[in-house]
């Protein structure tokens, strides 16, 4: 390949388009509003839309968050009597899928920020709007759900002037709900967002979403940002340095419609043959194979998995069934990582890694449901950066391959910066439960409502282990969170083992703060006692540390278990009644001589404070 | 092979808050109505010797001694014993209801046992129990018993009854034995579906019995009947020698029933079935010629044979290899090895190279021991 002389670039200005996202905190009322704006411009009738846009995605749904859906091209004609051409890209909607939340407002020049009239800012709010910041764009700030009783505009405008120095006249109030402010919203686009600008030639396209299709290979969701894409052409990945034929490019309009090329500035999608998602990833840029670009869109990194956790097949011979199950979900989650490892407590199955918990919920379900497969899932961990005496450096994603502490000079963890927004009665306790999990307050903020914004910084495996749900509960759901990683940080952690009748169990190990292992010791063997059945023998549970016990619980035999009467009239209903029995236990999995249930091994998850 | 038959009297004085069997309080017309049904039905039966004959309930002296002895005639027409064998005719009994003559008119017609529902000799028990008796009461029907020549006494006990106490129970149990009887069972109190126990345990389950208390009681029992030199021959049952149920027995053995009567179970030819509990249903199809509602379920390979096991290791006699080996064309020992070789190991199970057997402590579990033989092919 002969590297041409850089050219000075034409540059171009596609001045009836606007590449726009919506951001908003969960529940703001995102989904209605894109609905609103796909009606107000005739775009599509609903129906066809959410049943295109939302097949097999009945686990988002039920979730009540959208990870993934279509751009949408609306064709607007504004009251100045021009048309344009508005590209609405899609957010994912949780903080496990940040990185591609980033690489979709790379896609775009402005945004919708969306904040509920009652509610106010959120935790997602801020954490969206700052993003939004950092990549420049324009934000147009949207009060909806303004026909609430509970609705307060004024005080919301207030919280955006202090908050997100926005001045109140910028404001639109709407009601996605009602059809009211649409239009405003629709004009605003066209006369708030900059066009895109653009280099006329050396294709970059950036890939900022694709999906996988069982028929067509991998559909990759791109924004042309300079020179053409054609059909037929040839195209670079620039992250892997791979060349594809292009055999399909098109718009969304909002069905999948081929055309010739995508030209500067548009959006659209890509088809190259691409047989898995993980060839071409979110963040890629494509440029022209016969005439490179020499430097990809910014913004690039591959998704790097923050939380680990163990898979088994319940029965052993399902192994292969999991590995394959594994190897289709991959195809459409590029996010996804998973090794073959053994546990002397489970056989074989993987490690796998995800982007959060959410994310790892999400392929547990699916490997359940659409796979059938029964599995047993070991308490997610993160990844540990463990540097050993011998100045070597392992990453550690399975707490039961720590090294020997004394083969360990220190052991550092990821943190995160967490942003809680609260009523100011629930401050005190937030500040027990994050400081219960090493959290460090290092900013409070009131808003002009009495709300408080709380900053921590707090191990990210803190988070993980059921923080969500405890802020919930002692909030009644009224404190939002959001978090990002700021990086590894060393901690005085050791490993908790526990044996089950004397016998080591890998799969229950986990890594904790030195401080707290000896009382989350025994708050696992007593979970762990009320979550073992009751079995024929004595089962002693210990937790250790460094091979010292520091809890010790038991689990008393089973000393009777015996029907009755057993006559004539009872043989078939006392059989089945056996038989039920023998299901439940053949659903558990056998440790050495220990039935444990599949919950046992999410004990650390549920632990009380 | 013979039959056993069982025939259900479902009419009681009153009912037990414990008990979920098919019962009715007693209502005279109800009663001949029922009775002249069960006629009929002996009638469709197609005639086969029989060697045992029980009458079950309810309470099947709720109807009188004569009634009683004209069913057993007829069933013993219909059902003749086999050649130059004496039938084992069994009666339950409730103690309040028996009068005068009654057991001269049972062995008149042929009852060689009689089984006494007593439950306890505690008034605080009794009354627990929703029953009326007086231990006095026991005491004189198995007297009468005694002298009307009824060949086999026995006397049913209930253990893990809220109040209960290890001595409260033993006493219990030292009544019953000093009566002279040749047979006791001793049942752990059920809680069944739907029955206002039922009702009492879910308000109140710390008024009933944990098994740990559970096995303590239990073991009374064991350690007391067999030092009185009755052996534990079934799970719940205890007999002096020769005095074994031998109706009971063919039950566990997966021998042949025929049941009559509403909710009766039957196990012909391979086939299990258990007529409607609907006493109306019942009564309206015999008479009219009708099918009797029933549900049934045959079942074969391992499954069958784990359902022979679960019978047959209820019993001090235990899984008799060869017998298993003839019957079902299955080796118990290879089949089951891993079941057998973890629960011999456990010490619940023990195979002396001819059969194998729950050893006493794997009676207290035998749920979990059973479950081991059952299958789903």
Redesign the interface.
Same mark, same amino acid.
């Given at each position: 390949m002969t590297v041409k002389p850089e050219h000075p670039h034409r540059t171009l200005v596609a001045s009836n388009i606007r590449n726009f996202c919506i951001i908003a905190h969960i529940d703001h009322g995102k989904t209605t509003l894109s609905d609103r704006l796909l009606e107000m411009t005739r775009t599509i009738e609903m129906r066809d839309m959410e049943d295109q846009a939302l097949d097999a995605m009945d686990l988002e749904r039920e979730r009540g968050i959208t990870i993934r859906m279509h751009p949408v091209t609306l064709g607007y004609k504004a009251r100045d009597g021009q048309t344009f051409e508005l590209n609405l890209i899609d957010t994912p909607g949780h903080v496990d899928f940040s990185y591609e939340v980033s690489r979709s407002l790379a896609a775009c020049e402005g945004a919708l920020l969306i904040i509920d009239a009652a509610q106010g800012i959120e935790a997602q709010t801020l954490a969206n709007y700052h993003l939004a910041v950092e990549h420049d764009l324009t934000i147009i700030p949207v009060i909806n759900k303004i026909d609430l009783p509970a609705a307060d505009p004024e005080r919301v405008m207030n919280e955006i002037e202090e908050l997100l120095v926005i001045e109140r006249s910028e404001c639109i109030l709407a009601s996605a709900k009602n059809g009211i402010g649409i239009e405003e919203i629709l004009e605003a686009i066209v006369a708030r967002i900059p066009p895109p600008k653009g280099h006329a030639d050396h294709l970059r396209a950036l890939v900022f979403n694709a999906q996988f299709d069982a028929y067509r290979g991998v559909v990759s969701y791109v924004r042309v940002s300079d020179g053409e894409l054609r059909a037929g052409s040839k195209f670079m990945s620039m992250a892997h340095e791979r060349v594809y034929e292009c055999t399909e490019v098109g718009v969304f309009a909002p069905q999948m419609r081929a055309v010739k090329k995508l030209g500067m500035g548009s959006v659209g999608y890509v088809m190259a043959n691409v047989k898995s998602l993980g060839d071409i990833d979110v963040g890629d840029t494509l440029t022209e194979a016969h005439n490179p670009a020499h430097v990809p869109l910014a913004g690039y990194r591959k998704a790097v998995p923050m939380v680990y956790c163990g898979l088994y097949p319940n029965e052993g011979d399902e192994y292969g069934d999991l590995r394959d199950a594994l190897d289709k979900l991959k195809l459409n989650d590029a996010a996804l990582i998973y090794e073959p490892e053994t546990s002397v407590a489970l056989g074989f199955g993987f490690r796998c890694g995800f982007l959060g918990l959410l994310h790892m919920e999400i392929v547990q379900e699916r490997l359940e449901r659409n796979y059938n497969l029964d599995l047993i899932a070991t308490s997610p961990s993160v990844v540990f950066r463990v540097t050993k005496t011998d100045g070597e450096v392992e990453m550690i994603d399975n707490p039961a391959k720590l090294p020997p502490m004394t083969l360990i000079d220190t052991i550092e963890e990821p943190f995160v910066k967490a942003t809680i927004i609260t009523p100011p009665d629930y401050v005190g306790t937030i500040m027990d439960a994050t400081i219960a999990r090493r959290g460090t307050l290092q900013n409070m903020e009131y808003l002009h409502d009495g709300r408080v914004i709380l900053t921590f910084e707090m191990p990210l495996i803190e988070v993980i282990v059921d923080f969500f749900d405890q802020l919930k509960s002692r909030t009644k759901g009224y404190a939002s969170l959001d978090y990002e990683i700021i990086g590894y940080r060393e901690g005085d952690l050791v490993k908790l083992e526990i044996l089950l009748n004397g016998e080591w169990v890998d799969a229950l190990s986990f890594i904790v703060a030195r401080e707290k292992a000896p009382n989350r010791g025994r708050a696992l063997a007593e979970k762990l006692k009320e979550l073992i059945p009751r079995q024929?023998?004595e089962v002693p549970i210990q937790a250790a540390i460094g091979g010292k016990i520091v809890a010790r619980e038991t689990v008393?035999a #089973? !000393? &009777?278990?015996? /029907?009755? &009467?057993?006559? *004539? *009239?009872d #043989?078939?209903r %006392? !059989?089945k009644l /056996?038989?039920k029995? %023998?299901v439940g &236990?053949e659903r558990m999995k056998r440790v050495g001589r220990v039935e444990l249930p599949q919950e046992a091994f999410m004990a650390v998850l549920r632990l009380e404070d | 092979m013979s039959l056993g038959v069982y025939v259900h009297l479902p009419f009681c004085p009153y009912i037990c808050p414990y008990c979920d069997f098919a019962k009715w309080p007693m209502r005279p017309s109800a009663a001949n109505a029922y009775l002249a049904a069960l006629y009929a039905e002996i009638g469709r039966e197609p005639v086969a010797t029989a060697e045992t004959i029980f009458l079950g309930g309810g309470t099947p002296n709720a109807y009188d001694a004569g009634t009683v002895a004209g069913l057993i005639g007829r069933l013993r027409e219909h059902f003749p014993a086999p050649a130059g064998l004496e039938p084992e005719i069994s009666v339950e009994t409730n103690p309040e209801l028996v009068r005068t003559g009654d057991f001269e008119a049972y062995v008149a017609a042929g009852v060689t046992r009689l089984s006494i529902g007593v439950q306890s000799f505690v008034p605080d028990e009794i009354r627990t129990l929703g029953r009326k008796h007086t231990p006095e009461q026991v005491r004189t029907v198995a007297e009468q018993a005694r002298a009307a020549g009824i060949a086999s006494v026995s006397i049913d006990l209930m253990f893990a009854v809220p109040g209960q106490t290890a001595d409260s129970w033993r006493l219990s149990l030292e009544r019953a034995l000093a009566l002279g009887v040749d047979h006791i069972s001793t049942y752990g109190l059920t809680i069944e579906e739907h029955t206002p126990f039922d009702a009492w345990h879910t308000r109140e389950p710390r008024a009933f019995f944990d098994d740990t208390r559970e096995a303590e009681v239990y073991a009374i029992a064991i350690d007391t009947l067999e030092a009185a030199g009755f052996e534990h021959y079934e799970i719940s049952n205890f007999a002096r020698p020769g005095h074994a149920s031998l109706h009971n027995a063919n039950y566990w053995a997966n021998g042949e029933y025929a049941g009559l009567g509403v909710g009766a179970a039957s196990y012909r030819g391979g086939e299990r079935s258990v007529h409607t509990r609907d006493l109306q249903r019942y009564i309206e199809a015999v008479t009219s010629g009708q099918p009797i509602p029933s549900e049934s379920e045959s079942l074969t390979g391992y499954r069958r044979v784990g359902e022979a096991i679960m019978l047959a290791l209820r019993t001090s006699r235990g899984v008799d290899l060869r017998e298993f080996a003839g019957r079902y064309g299955v080796d118990v020992r290879e089949h089951y090895a891993p079941a057998i070789a973890e629960y011999c190991e456990a010490g619940l199970l023990e195979d002396d190279g001819r059969s194998l057997r729950l050893t006493k402590q794997g009676r207290f579990v035998a749920n979990d021991v059973c479950g081991a033989f059952l299958s789903f092919e």
């Open positions: 024929m023998f008393s #089973i !000393r &009777k278990n015996v /029907l009755a &009467k057993c006559y *004539g *009239g #043989i078939s %006392k !059989r /056996l038989e029995q %023998k &236990k | -």
